[in-house]
């Protein structure tokens, strides 16, 4: 897995994986959930997944600090 600081580099030229372990392990952990957390055939993040506002919220902000999510 690779991991762009896409503010600075949106054309995702430069991996920072190395340069940035403890987000990229932060990132690995988080989607590893998401993907456990999916229910299969809805699709991550669909309205009809059962997640109420309040985890939306939480996920949205979460991506937002990790740079995929502008305000």
Known sequence: R????L???PNELRDV????RD???K???YLKALDEA???GTGAGSA???SSADEEQKIEAHLAALGY???
């Open 2 to 5: 690779r991991l762009f600081y």
């Open 7 to 9: 503010k600075k580099d």
């Open 17 to 20: 994986k190395g340069s940035e």
């Open 23 to 25: 987000t990229a392990a």
């Open 27 to 29: 990132m690995q952990a």
């Open 38 to 40: 999916a229910t299969p």
């Open 48 to 50: 009809s997944d059962g």
């Open 69 to 71: 999510v502008e305000d």
